[in-house]
């Protein structure tokens, strides 16, 4: 009798220890269990740890509630203005109801992966090709509010969504590079017209002091000259010499008008003598001249 109740307790605590194997589960820190029985719902969501079921009636499906990082695969779309582009993104988001997550979606990551490429295609399509490329923030922005909107009610909160690249065509890039190339040298033009502006105005207030010293510039002819000769590997040719400066200095002192030099008389010039005459008489040449005398 007493051997048939040994039998019988081990029995039993073997079906216990059986049940407990089979209906224990261990649910971790980052994850919640969602219990269906029968197919249904059953009770509130399972915290983290040691938690036990029913074996063969209810299933348990663990789901994590970490931050998950999915990247969205590259969307060639057209822009509002016409341009070719394609742009790939990444989402952040996480589970805040693990029985939504269950119950409202199939796959709710499948479901956010879907959304965020539909959402960035139809973002391409309402945005410029210079938002794409210099205002993300705002378009990160109004991503992140059409993929939050269905997912509320999966169960799902976007945290985040992130534009990464956005590839242009090589017609577009050259384009693009000779625009700037174009910018950049309007504005090289412009800041050297406004030092040749501003150059000018010194140019001309020092003009203005070196009129009132006329030394000052046989100085600055000086200065240059040195300045020119430093580098030893030129040669310097003056048109004028200095002497014409000293002496344009002296022009611009006022002096008393000096007399008229005379104008110098040339000796007379002589007067050559009549040719003699020949005459021409039958016979003999005669010279008047000599008869005359």
Do not use: C, H
Not at 110 to 121: D, E, G, I, K, P
Not at 198 to 225: C, D, N
Not at 232 to 260: C, D, G, I, M, Y
């Amino acid at each position: 009798m007493l051997q048939e109740i040994l039998v019988t307790g081990v029995a039993v605590g073997s079906a216990g220890l059986v049940y407990v194997a089979a209906a224990a589960r261990v649910v971790k820190q980052y994850e919640r269990g969602v219990v269906l029985r029968l197919g249904r719902l059953r009770g509130g969501v399972r915290p983290p740890g040691f938690t036990l079921i029913v074996p063969g009636v209810d299933k348990l499906r663990k789901v994590n509630m970490q931050i998950v990082t999915m990247p969205v695969p590259a969307q060639d779309g057209i822009t509002r203005d016409n341009v070719t582009v394609r742009v790939d993104a990444v989402i952040y988001f996480k589970v805040v109801d693990a029985a939504d997550a269950v119950i409202q979606v199939e796959d709710y990551r499948f479901a956010v992966s879907q959304m965020a490429q539909t959402s960035l295609r139809s973002i391409i399509g309402k945005s410029d090709l210079d938002d794409l490329l210099s205002n993300r923030e705002k378009l990160n922005q109004g991503l992140e509010l059409m993929i939050d909107s269905p997912a509320m009610g999966w169960g799902v909160q976007i945290d985040r969504v992130e534009i990464k690249d956005v590839s242009l065509p090589e017609t577009m890039k050259r384009s693009m590079a000779r625009q700037a190339e174009a910018d950049r040298e309007r504005r090289a033009r412009i800041i050297n017209a406004d030092a040749e502006l501003q150059a000018s105005k010194k140019l001309a207030e020092a003009a203005g002091v070196m009129s009132e010293q006329p030394a000052a510039l046989q100085l600055r002819l000086l200065q240059t000259v040195v300045a020119v000769a430093a580098e030893k590997n030129s040669t310097l040719v003056l048109p004028f010499p200095v002497e014409l400066l000293r002496f344009l200095e002296r022009a611009q002192q006022p002096t008393a008008p000096a007399p008229e030099p005379a104008a110098p008389t040339s000796p007379p010039t002589p007067t050559p003598a009549p040719a003699p005459e020949l005459r021409e008489e039958p016979g003999e040449l005669r010279d008047e001249s000599r008869d005359e005398e």
